[in-house]
C-alpha cells in the first residue's frame, strides 16, 4: 500500500512515519522545505519526498496517482491572526491535488467537537473537516482531545507549571473536563484505519480511559513527579490575564496561550464508540501516559517536539530564504581560534544552548531571554528537544537552526528573538579553525542603535564563548 503523509515534519508526522514503516507501507512524504527532511529519514528506500506548499496551489506539484491513503496532518495554532483561514487554503489545495489521483482514503487527525460552543482553535478544525470531504474520496476523521507525550505542547506546558510553581493561582479554566489520550494511542489508531473500510465516510473521537479536569491532570502529574503542588483556583482572572500566565511561566509564545486558553473553556470529552474494537486498541491512563513520556525524556528518547515546529516561533518562510547570510548593509562579529581537537569543539557546537548553556556568560544569555520574553518573543524557554542531536529546523532556545552540517562542521543558526533587523550566528571549522560570526543586518535606526547598545556585552560574550569551545587552544589568531 502506498501511502501519502502530510505534516512530515510535524510532531504527530515523525512519530506516524516509523509505524507506517513498520506495516511494510510505501511513503510518500509531503515537505514544505527540502532542507527540512528529518535526519532519521533520509535514505530510506521505503521513503520518497517531495517538496509541496499547501499553502499555494500549485499545477507543478506532482502527487503519484496511484496513492492509496493519505494522512491530512497539517495543523494551525498559528502566530497568524488569520489561521481559520490559512487552515482552509492548505485543506483545499490539498483536496485539489488528491482529487487527481486514485486515492481509496483520507485519514484526519482533528479535535473533539462534541460542545454546541467552540474555541476558533476547534471550530477551525470542524471547517476543515468539512472541506476535505469529496464525493472522489472517503475521509476516517479521528477526533483526538489532549495528547500526552514526550514533546507535545500540553504535556510541556503542564511540566512547565508543574516543575516551576510550588503554589498556582490559577484561572477558573481549570475545572474544565478534558479526556486525554496517550500520543503511542493517538498513533496506533492513525496507523490501523488505514485502509479500514469500515471506517470510511466516518468520524471517531478518541480519548483516553479517565475523565479529568485540568487542575486534576496537574495534581496527577505533581504525583508522577514526586512533588507536592497548591493548585488555588479563582473564580475571577480575564482570558488576557490567563494567557499572559501561560506565556510567562511557560515555553509558548502569546499568540499561542491565547489559543489554548480560548480551548480550555470548552470541555473535551468524547463519544463513545466501538473504534478500540475494530482496530484492537487499548489506550492507557493518564497517569501512564505521563510515566511512559518521562521514561522517553529520561532516556534522550524523544522522538518530536511541539518546540520545532515553526508555530513556537514567529518564522514565517522557508529556512533556505534564511541559509545565505547578506554580506553588505550587515554589523559583524567575526571571530576566529585555532582548534586542538576538531571532534571536541564540533561535539561542544551541537551541544550548545538548552541544558548545556552557553558555556560562558550564561546568566547574560538568560538576561536575553527574559527581554526577549518581556518584550513579546520565544525567550530561551523552548531549549532543545535532544541534548547532542540537532537538525536543519530544530528550535534552539530562541534560535532557529538553518543548517547543521556535521559533515562539513558547519552549524547556521537565525534568530528568533524580538529584534529591529535579522541576525545569524554561524560556527565553522575548516583548516584546524573555528570561524565563529555572529551577522547582525539592522531595520532602520532603531537597528543600528541596538547594535551599538549591545556591542560591549557581545565583546565579552562572543569572546568567552569561542574561547569555551576551543578551550585546550591559546592560540588567537585574527579578530575583525
Known amino acids: ?202 468520524n471517531y473521537d478518541i480519548y483516553g480511559p479517565d475523565v479529568l479536569t485540568y487542575k486534576q491532570m496537574l495534581q496527577t502529574f505533581a504525583e508522577v513527579r514526586g512533588l507536592k503542588r497548591l493548585i488555588i483556583t479563582l473564580p475571577v482572572m480575564t482570558p488576557r490575564l490567563s494567557s499572559y500566565w501561560l506565556y510567562f511561566v511557560t515555553s509558548t509564545s502569546y499568540k499561542l496561550a491565547v489559543s489554548l486558553v480560548d480551548s480550555m473553556k470548552i470541555e473535551i470529552v468524547g463519544r463513545p464508540n466501538n473504534l478500540g474494537t475494530i482496530l484492537n486498541v487499548a489506550p492507557i491512563s493518564y497517569k501512564q501516559a505521563v510515566q511512559k513520556a518521562f521514561a522517553k525524556i529520561e532516556a534522550n528518547g524523544i522522538a518530536s517536539s511541539w518546540k520545532d515546529s515553526m508555530v513556537s516561533s514567529q518564522f514565517p518562510y522557508k529556512l533556505a530564504k534564511h541559509i545565505t547570510i547578506p554580506e553588505y548593509g550587515c554589523f559583524k562579529d567575526v571571530k576566529q581560534r585555532a582548534v586542538f581537537n576538531e571532534e571536541t569543539t564540533l561535539s561542544k557546537v551541537w551541544a550548545l544552548g538548552g541544558e548545556t548553556g552557553w558555556y560562558y556568560g550564561d546568566f547574560l544569555w538568560k538576561m536575553r531571554g527574559v527581554i526577549d520574553k518581556f518584550f513579546g518573543g520565544t525567550g530561551l524557554r523552548r531549549g532543545r528537544t535532544h541534548p547532542n542531536k540537532i537538525q536543519a529546523g530544530d528550535a534552539l532556545d530562541f534560535w532557529r537552526v538553518l543548517l547543521a552540517d556535521r559533515d562539513n562542521k558547519r552549524l547556521l543558526l537565525y534568530a528568533e528573538m524580538k529584534l529591529p533587523g535579522e541576525a545569524w550566528l554561524e560556527f565553522k571549522i575548516e583548516k584546524g579553525i573555528l570561524h565563529q560570526r555572529a551577522i547582525f543586518r539592522p531595520k532602520g535606526l532603531w537597528g543600528r542603535l541596538y547594535w551599538y547598545s549591545v556591542l560591549p556585552f557581545h565583546y565579552f560574550i562572543f569572546n568567552g564563548l569561542i574561547d569555551s569551545l576551543t578551550a585546550n587552544v591559546t592560540n588567537d589568531l585574527t579578530e575583525d
Open 1 to 202: 500500500m502506498k501511502i501519502l503523509v502530510t505534516g512530515t515534519t510535524g510532531y504527530i508526522g515523525k512519530r506516524l512515519i516509523p509505524y507506517l514503516l513498520e506495516l511494510k507501507y510505501e511513503l510518500v512524504c509531503c515537505v514544505r522545505d527540502l532542507n527540512r527532511i528529518p535526519e532519521q529519514f533520509k535514505g530510506n528506500p521505503n521513503i520518497s519526498f517531495i517538496e509541496v506548499d499547501f499553502l499555494a496551489y500549485d499545477t507543478n506539484v506532482k502527487i503519484p496517482h496511484d496513492v492509496d491513503v493519505a494522512y491530512y496532518l497539517m495543523h494551525s495554532m498559528s502566530t497568524s491572526d488569520k489561521f481559520e483561514q490559512l487552515e482552509l487554503t492548505c485543506a483545499e489545495n490539498f483536496k485539489k491535488l488528491i482529487d487527481a489521483t486514485t486515492i481509496k482514503q483520507v485519514i484526519y487527525l482533528s479535535g473533539i467537537v462534541n460542545e454546541n460552543e467552540l474555541s476558533k482553535h476547534l471550530q477551525s478544525r470542524k471547517q476543515v473537516e468539512n472541506k476535505l470531504q469529496s464525493s472522489n474520496y472517503p475521509v476516517t476523521t479521528l477526533r483526538a482531545g489532549i495528547i500526552v507525550g514526550s514533546g507535545s505542547a500540553s504535556f510541556e506546558i503542564i511540566r512547565d507549571l508543574v516543575e516551576k510553581l510550588p503554589v498556582m493561582v490559577t484561572p477558573r479554566w481549570l475545572n474544565t473536563r478534558s479526556q486525554p489520550i496517550a500520543i503511542r494511542d493517538v498513533l496506533s489508531y492513525l496507523s490501523k484505519a488505514a485502509g479500514k473500510k469500515e471506517l470510511y465516510n466516518k
